[in-house]
């Protein structure tokens, strides 16, 4: 299981860094800056589908958490989020694998 979620942090990278590209794209092609494009403004505007999993969400989180989580810029949001899942999973599958223990 453990695992499965070290492969899931490195598979999904990609697909981060997708999304950096992404908004790299519309910053360049219309008024947004680098700060100026939110989670939220990419989600409402480029993956509108996700909206009704945004609003079922707002039912069990708090309402300050998610309001911080969806205002933060998307291309650093996204890096940051891509960099450290990576190395989480490989850290965690060095770990199960025992070849690099330093402790």
């Known amino acids: 299981m453990i695992r499965a979620i070290a492969y899931i942090c490195i598979w999904s990278s990609p697909i981060q860094i997708a999304l950096v590209l992404w908004g790299i794209y519309i910053i360049s092609v219309s008024d947004y800056s680098l700060f100026s494009l939110s989670n939220l403004e990419f989600i409402t505007n480029q993956l509108e589908f996700l909206i009704p999993v945004i609003d079922w969400m707002y039912t069990w989180m708090p309402k300050s958490l998610l309001d911080w989580v969806l205002s933060i810029p998307l291309i650093i949001h996204q890096t940051v989020k891509a ?18 223990n330093s402790f």
């Open 83 to 100: 960099i450290v899942s990576t190395w989480f999973g490989i850290w965690l599958l060095r770990k199960l694998d025992g070849k690099y």
